[in-house]
């Protein structure tokens, strides 16, 4: 009898008040209503308890969340620069520009000079060409498209030769053995998994091989007693042969990091020149939007591009736009590493991360800065720890303090350790600094 279940208002009580507060007019009706139901149910599962905000704070709050894109801009505070449930590499300014350029009509597929109709490929071909070294270039979906296309379009039928050592888990659980099978090819192990020579690759050529795939160990690494055949030892193997080589390279760098203490990936150039076809992706270190690209011999580049799969998989204007304009930076390699925001937090000076780790503790009351490390991310440069300054809060829940983050417009992501809320500063811009700030004193304000 004393249900307070009872007294909930009705749903067209709540609704005549939000008419009247103007919430119909900031969002379609349908919304509303959707948001007072849903904030009727919330009250019955607390027995009847209404909101404490009271009821139309409560819808107008639901409104605002349901009209929130979920697609959305956030501050990485993390450190990771290649953050794959962040995005991965964010963009440089002139590819943003050019997105925003081909968003409208624009010359996908056509020939402006000659006045006929075009290639989509046109637009990164030559840059692609010009900076690796590569006969022709074709750009698909993503890196695990383009490693399908060419399996399917060189192996199909036939078999596939791949280390042992080499049979990568990539994000998703998508494994090479799963995308073999997939593209028609069967799978032939070669070698052990911490020792494959180039005689065992000679010992599994039958007549059925149509393939020698090598796969760069891009997200773990193999110490120890490790032996592996170069690319260039398989590509002379597969001259002799007749069998074409592919290397999967992952994350695409196209200039060496070695002075900056990042060694082990592979340059895209270095297996071009051994005569390989490349395979990488365009968000990771390249630094570009998701793409995957291919480069090397012209032939086996026109056949792959001819494949009807290719249709299935080519990227759109978006992506070629911003694409296109990260690759021209590349012309100037000071200018990618300067504009590229991939390259210019893998390359920061310890010296700038510290003076703004302490701009931004100095924007919070009780905040500190340690020193400690940052990750590359995007299963690039396994196990490189980059040196960084980082800024800590000591909280009574770490949990409920980077929940509170994340309910920041734009939500920040942070990580924790042991008792203290963690800021990397290495992935923040200079004007997120006081993003961040905000997002504490709100945070702290709400426990």
């Known amino acids: 009898m004393n249900d307070r279940r009872r007294s909930l208002p009705a749903v067209s009580t709540l609704l005549e008040q939000a008419v009247d507060a103007g919430l119909t007019t900031r969002a379609p009706r349908s919304v509303v209503v959707d948001a007072i139901r849903a904030t009727l149910q919330q009250a019955r599962q607390r027995s009847g308890e209404p909101p404490p905000e009271g009821?139309?704070?409560?819808?107008?709050?639901?409104?605002?969340?349901?009209?929130?894109?979920?697609?959305?801009?956030?501050?990485?505070?993390?450190?990771?620069?290649?953050?794959?449930?962040?995005?991965?590499?964010?963009?440089?300014?002139?590819?943003?520009?050019?997105?925003?350029?081909a968003l409208g009509y624009s010359a996908l597929e056509f020939d402006v000079a000659a006045g006929t109709r075009g290639s989509r490929q046109a637009h990164?071909?030559?840059?692609?060409?010009?900076?690796?070294?590569?006969?022709?270039?074709?750009?698909?979906?993503?890196?695990?498209?383009?490693?399908?296309?060419?399996?399917?379009?060189?192996?199909?039928?036939?078999?596939?030769?791949?280390?042992?050592?080499?049979?990568?888990?990539?994000?998703?659980?998508?494994?090479?053995?799963?995308?073999?099978?997939?593209?028609?090819?069967?799978?032939?192990?070669?070698?052990?998994?911490?020792?494959?020579?180039?005689?065992?690759?000679?010992?599994?050529?039958?007549?059925?091989?149509?393939?020698i795939l090598k796969v760069h160990r891009s997200n773990f690494q193999l110490t120890g007693f490790v032996t592996e055949a170069s690319t260039a030892e398989l590509v002379a193997l597969g001259r002799v042969r007749g069998i074409p080589v592919v290397h999967d390279v992952g994350s695409g760098l196209l200039i060496s990091l070695e002075e900056y203490g990042l060694g082990g990936e592979p340059l895209v150039q270095h297996s071009v020149v051994a005569g390989a076809t490349v395979v990488f992706s365009g968000d990771k270190l390249l630094?570009?939007?998701?793409?995957?690209?291919?480069?090397?011999?012209?032939?086996?580049?026109?056949?792959?591009?001819?494949?009807?799969?290719?249709?299935?998989?080519?990227?759109?204007?978006t992506t070629l736009a911003a694409l296109e304009a990260t690759l021209a930076l590349y012309r100037d390699?000071?200018?990618?590493?300067?504009?590229?925001?991939?390259?210019?937090?893998?390359?920061?000076?310890?010296?700038?991360?510290?003076?703004?780790?302490?701009?931004?503790?100095?924007?919070?009351?009780?905040?500190?800065?340690?020193?400690?490390?940052?990750?590359?991310?995007?299963?690039?440069?396994?196990?490189?720890?980059?040196?960084?300054?980082?800024?800590?809060?000591?909280v009574e829940s770490c949990?409920?303090?980077?929940?509170?983050?994340?309910?920041?417009?734009?939500?920040?992501?942070?990580?924790?350790?042991?008792?203290?809320?963690?800021?990397?500063?290495?992935t923040l811009g200079d004007d997120e600094v006081a993003v961040v700030a905000e997002a504490v004193r709100q945070a702290r304000e709400k426990a």
């Open 55 to 101: 009821w139309l704070a409560a819808v107008e709050q639901r409104v605002i969340e349901q009209s929130r894109r979920s697609l959305r801009r956030v501050v990485n505070a993390t450190g990771v620069i290649l953050h794959t449930n962040l995005g991965r590499a964010p963009l440089a300014r002139a590819a943003r520009q050019a997105v925003d350029a």
């Open 124 to 211: 990164t071909r030559s840059l692609l060409q010009q900076l690796t070294g590569a006969e022709d270039a074709l750009v698909v979906v993503n890196a695990a498209a383009a490693v399908f296309l060419v399996l399917n379009t060189l192996a199909g039928g036939g078999e596939t030769l791949v280390s042992r050592g080499e049979l990568v888990e990539i994000g998703g659980r998508f494994r090479i053995p799963e995308i073999l099978s997939k593209s028609g090819s069967i799978l032939v192990e070669v070698g052990t998994t911490n020792r494959t020579r180039l005689r065992d690759y000679e010992l599994a050529i039958s007549p059925r091989t149509r393939l």
């Open 287 to 317: 630094g570009g939007p998701q793409a995957g690209i291919i480069v090397g011999p012209r032939d086996v580049v026109s056949r792959a591009g001819g494949n009807p799969m290719a249709r299935a998989l080519r990227p759109d204007k």
């Open 333 to 394: 390699p000071e200018r990618a590493l300067a504009e590229i925001p991939a390259l210019t937090m893998l390359t920061a000076e310890p010296r700038a991360l510290k003076r703004r780790a302490r701009r931004l503790a100095r924007r919070i009351p009780g905040a500190h800065t340690a020193p400690g490390t940052s990750a590359v991310g995007g299963g690039a440069f396994p196990g490189c720890e980059l040196p960084t300054t980082l800024v800590t809060v000591a």
């Open 399 to 426: 949990e409920a303090f980077v929940g509170a983050l994340r309910q920041h417009d734009p939500p920040v992501i942070a990580r924790t350790s042991e008792d203290r809320v963690v800021f990397d500063v290495r």
